[in-house]
């Protein structure tokens, strides 16, 4: 079992910007797949990006505002939110694929409003 805990939302204006970081319980592996998804009010919960290897992938909502990195530390994983909208909010989950297991994290709140 990998426990994955975030932090980092708020409450923000909107062009602000955030960071939210994900830690994982135990060391990241090559071929684990760490992904950020979201979920607003009454909507499913959409990918906004994932991170493998060198190789990152973002949802076309997200592209040149949003990065998804690998900290220095071996089970960190961050997302950088800059130029956030009010359609940015929701709850943010972090997401740990191992093989074929799904892991995720409790959430942390994002609200982008003046």
């Known amino acids: 079992q990998v426990q994955l805990v975030e932090s980092g939302g708020g409450l923000v204006q909107p062009g602000g910007s955030l960071r939210l970081s994900c830690a994982a319980s135990?060391?990241?592996?090559?071929?684990?797949?760490m992904g950020w998804y979201r979920q607003a009010p009454g909507e499913e919960r959409e990918l906004v990006a994932t991170?493998?290897?060198?190789?990152?992938n973002y949802a076309d909502t997200v592209k040149g505002r949003f990065t998804i990195s690998r900290g220095n530390a071996v089970n960190t994983v961050y997302l950088e939110m800059n130029s956030l909208k009010p359609d940015d909010t929701g709850v943010y989950y972090c997401?740990?694929?191992?093989?074929?297991?799904?892991?995720w994290g409790q959430g942390t709140q994002v609200t982008v409003s003046s």
């Open positions: 991170i493998t290897g060198g190789t990152t």
């Open positions: 135990r060391t990241i592996l090559s071929f684990d797949v």
């Open positions: 997401n740990l694929k191992s093989l074929r297991t799904y892991y």
